[in-house]
Structures are given as structure tokens and as C-alpha cells.
């Protein structure tokens, strides 16, 4: 079993920069591709983007495309989105998930959740 913490959220002001860390514990992580999503108050869960197992393909939403950039050390078990110019619509709580299958781009094709770090952009 794989199981995750993400931090590094926090207040910034647009045009700011930050960084999430995704730590996972269980010797399965670098068996998984792996996600990172958000959601905002009162909307679904979107897809932000995603890196492959071994890190050498990443994909994106078009919203993020230009300004975020996820990696991942597997000698870590550790995923990254690099946040960077960011915008006050960018406020959400941002999760980090395992694939497991089926869509890319859904939550329900993820597993192994964490719990969330608060990122609020302010104008």
C-alpha cells in the first residue's frame, strides 16, 4: 500500500511562485504513475497533470500548460509541481494521487490519496 503526504501550499501573491512536494511511504510508489489534482470551494476535482512511472513523460491540463511543471524522485518517493506564475484561480486545495487505471485525466482512475495542501493566490 501507498500512502501520501503533500505539502509546501500556502498564501502567495499572483505572479508568485511555489512548490509541492508529494511524499509517499510503501515500497510500491515507483510501480505508479502518479497525478495531482485540485479542487476548489464548490467545484469538482479537476486534473492539474501527471508524470509517468519512470518520469520521463508528463502531461498536463491546458489551464497549467506554460506554468507548472511536475517531477518526481523515485530514489525519494517524492513528486513535485513546480507552480510558477501563479493566478488567483489557481486557489484550490491540491491532492496527489496514484494511478491505478482508465482515464488519465479522471480522480476515479486514482488511488491512494493524500490529504490535501492548501494553495490561496491572492491579487
Known amino acids: 500500500q501507498v500512502q501520501q503526504v503533500e505539502s509546501g501550499g500556502g498564501l502567495v501573491q499572483a505572479g508568485g511562485s511555489l512548490r509541492l512536494s508529494c511524499a509517499a511511504s510503501?515500497?510500491?510508489?515507483?510501480?505508479?504513475?502518479m497525478g495531482w489534482f485540485r479542487q476548489a470551494p464548490g467545484k469538482e476535482r479537476e486534473f492539474v497533470g501527471g508524470i509517468s512511472i519512470s518520469g520521463g513523460s508528463t502531461y498536463y491540463a491546458d489551464f497549467v500548460k506554460g506554468r507548472f511543471t511536475i517531477s518526481r524522485d523515485n530514489a525519494k518517493n517524492t513528486v513535485y509541481l513546480q507552480m510558477n506564475n501563479l493566478k488567483p484561480e489557481d486557489t484550490a486545495v491540491y491532492y496527489c494521487?496514484?494511478?491505478?487505471?482508465?482515464?488519465?485525466?479522471?480522480?476515479?482512475?486514482?488511488?491512494?490519496w493524500g490529504q490535501g495542501t492548501q494553495v490561496t493566490v491572492s491579487s
Open positions: 510503501g515500497r510500491t510508489f515507483n510501480g505508479y504513475a
Open positions: 494521487a496514484a494511478y491505478r487505471d482508465g482515464n488519465y485525466y479522471s480522480s476515479s482512475s486514482y488511488t491512494y
